[in-house]
């Protein structure tokens, strides 16, 4: 059994961010997600012990994010990359988003809420240094604990919850668009710079690489997909690799937005009533973030992340929950010529956008899908786990054939 990795020096990172007089003691560590629910981080679940000023006692619950233990894990996800990505969304992000609702007169009701709280990060404890290291950590709230919980990736969101986080994230890509028309310098200093986009496979092997386009060639056969159409699906796939290569962005269009990325059901946390209605959304995981339309983190979420048997027919009545609550929180924003916004230029963008992000969304099949007791122990995975054929099982290739057949009949294939 793999043990967790020591936090040292958490006391000098935590104290300055915790209430006056208060002293850390010590902490104890375990892991917080199972093997095969996150591979770009290492993530612990923390229980710190505290003293304040009256010799009073005090347990602080929160969840350290550190890169992963693996070696390869650690090249695949570009990590001295992808830690500053999300670092800043934290630091300087948010901040913005924030500041700009409350400056064009949003209710504190509505300020935008699906981030939790950071306390503090840090890339080494070496200020100098520009790696993460292995004493590199964020000190995040356990919103497990605040009574959010994470759903089963192999089943997904129903209809209700999928409307729920549509709603979350029209808002989210909403104000990224309106700081670049309202405040462009502000939107160039404070979040451009950590939008640049990045190639996610270049960390790994050529060899991996042409495994898994074999593997995903093979799965398209087994799912049922007609050879011809798996061969057009293919030519598309090849080209996404070679735009993402080139770091080719999408054009600047009024669709274009920052990015969560990597909008699956882990990355996602839901809280609900007794009634189990959901009432609050947190994003997690924020390390791929990136400037290109917004249409690709909504196709990504529905074709990895509804359950609806009926999505073949229903993707549509998503494509106009989302436009509605996209419209209305621009509309709030006082955002220049709203008349740009029409259903039909957003289904436009649908189209032109979507054979962009097959490649993203097949891909992450194989890991949304892979079944729980073929992950192996955290020391133990690799990027070759994502190619095993014991992996998946009917759900994955169900599913496969269903995003094809969607992608076909929109005829973005």
Same mark, same amino acid.
């Given at each position: 059994?793999?043990?967790?990795?020591?936090?040292?020096?958490?006391?000098?990172?935590?104290? &300055? =961010?915790?209430?006056?007089?208060?002293?850390?003691? +010590?902490?104890?560590?375990?892991?917080?997600?199972?093997?095969?629910?996150? $591979? +770009?981080?290492?993530?612990?679940?923390?229980?710190?012990?505290?003293?304040?000023?009256?010799?009073?006692?005090?347990?602080? &619950?929160?969840?350290?994010?550190?890169?992963?233990?693996?070696?390869?894990?650690?090249?695949?996800? *570009?990590?001295?990359?992808?830690?500053?990505?999300?670092?800043?969304? $934290?630091?300087?992000?948010?901040?913005?988003?924030?500041?700009?609702?409350?400056?064009?007169?949003?209710?504190?009701?509505?300020?935008? /809420?699906?981030?939790?709280?950071?306390?503090?990060?840090?890339?080494?404890? /070496?200020?100098?240094? @520009?790696?993460?290291?292995?004493?590199?950590?964020?000190?995040?709230?356990?919103?497990?604990?605040?009574?959010?919980?994470?759903?089963?990736?192999?089943?997904?969101?129903?209809?209700? *919850?999928?409307?729920?986080?549509?709603?979350?994230?029209?808002?989210?890509?909403?104000?990224?668009? !309106?700081?670049? $028309?309202?405040?462009?310098?502000?939107?160039?200093?404070?979040?451009?710079?950590?939008?640049?986009?990045?190639?996610?496979? !270049?960390?790994?092997? !050529?060899?991996?690489?042409?495994?898994?386009?074999?593997?995903?060639?093979?799965?398209?056969?087994?799912? +049922?997909?007609?050879?011809?159409?798996?061969? @057009?699906?293919?030519?598309? =796939?090849?080209?996404? @690799?070679?735009?993402?290569?080139?770091?080719?962005?999408?054009?600047?269009?009024?669709?274009?937005?920052?990015?969560?990325? /990597?909008?699956?059901?882990?990355?996602?946390?839901?809280?609900?009533?007794?009634?189990?209605? &959901?009432? +609050?959304?947190?994003?997690?995981?924020? *390390?791929?973030? *990136?400037?290109?339309?917004?249409?690709?983190? =909504?196709?990504?979420?529905?074709?990895?992340?509804?359950?609806?048997?009926?999505?073949?027919?229903?993707?549509?009545?998503?494509?106009?929950?989302?436009?509605?609550?996209?419209?209305?929180?621009?509309?709030?924003?006082?955002?220049?010529?709203?008349?740009?916004?029409?259903?039909?230029?957003?289904?436009?963008?649908?189209?032109?956008?979507?054979?962009?992000?097959?490649?993203?969304?097949?891909?992450?099949?194989?890991?949304?899908?892979?079944?729980?007791?073929?992950?192996?122990?955290?020391?133990?995975?690799?990027?070759?786990?994502?190619? @095993?054929?014991?992996?998946?099982?009917? /759900?994955?290739?169900?599913?496969?054939?269903?995003?094809?057949?969607?992608?076909?009949?929109?005829?973005? =294939?």
């Amino acid at each position: 059994m793999a043990q967790p990795p020591v936090i040292r020096n958490l006391k000098e990172l935590l104290e &300055p =961010v915790l209430e006056p007089g208060i002293t850390v003691l +010590g902490y104890q560590a375990s892991f917080l997600t199972a093997p095969g629910d996150n $591979y +770009g981080s290492t993530m612990l679940a923390l229980t710190v012990d505290t003293i304040n000023a009256a010799n009073e006692t005090k347990q602080l &619950p929160l969840v350290a994010k550190m890169r992963p233990a693996s070696e390869e894990f650690l090249e695949i996800f *570009q990590i001295d990359v992808t830690f500053v990505k999300e670092a800043a969304v $934290y630091s300087q992000i948010v901040p913005t988003m924030v500041e700009l609702q409350r400056e064009v007169g949003f209710p504190e009701a509505e300020i935008i /809420d699906v981030f939790c709280r950071c306390y503090n990060t840090r890339a080494s404890l /070496d200020p100098s240094c @520009r790696k993460v290291d292995a004493d590199g950590v964020m000190l995040l709230e356990n919103l497990k604990l605040a009574g959010y919980i994470t759903e089963d990736r192999r089943r997904g969101f129903s209809r209700e *919850q999928a409307e729920f986080v549509l709603m979350k994230l029209s808002l989210f890509h909403a104000i990224p668009i !309106a700081l670049r $028309y309202l405040k462009p310098d502000v939107f160039k200093t404070n979040l451009q710079k950590f939008l640049i986009k990045f190639d996610i496979d !270049a960390g790994l092997s !050529a060899q991996t690489v042409e495994r898994m386009i074999n593997v995903m060639r093979t799965d398209l056969i087994k799912a +049922g997909v007609e050879e011809q159409l798996a061969v @057009r699906v293919m030519a598309l =796939v090849d080209d996404c @690799r070679h735009r993402q290569a080139k770091l080719i962005s999408d054009e600047m269009t009024e669709y274009c937005s920052m990015l969560h990325n /990597d909008l699956w059901v882990n990355n996602m946390m839901i809280k609900y009533d007794d009634s189990k209605k &959901p009432i +609050g959304l947190k994003f997690v995981d924020f *390390q791929l973030i *990136q400037s290109d339309s917004l249409v690709r983190d =909504v196709l990504f979420f529905l074709l990895t992340s509804v359950s609806d048997p009926e999505l073949e027919t229903t993707i549509d009545e998503y494509f106009e929950i989302y436009f509605k609550y996209l419209l209305s929180n621009l509309t709030k924003l006082n955002i220049p010529n709203l008349t740009r916004y029409t259903y039909e230029s957003f289904k436009a963008e649908i189209d032109r956008i979507a054979p962009r992000e097959i490649y993203h969304i097949l891909v992450m099949l194989r890991v949304v899908l892979a079944k729980k007791e073929s992950i192996p122990e955290h020391s133990e995975l690799d990027a070759e786990l994502f190619c @095993r054929e014991n992996l998946v099982e009917k /759900d994955f290739y169900d599913k496969l054939l269903l995003v094809v057949k969607i992608f076909n009949q929109k005829k973005w =294939v």
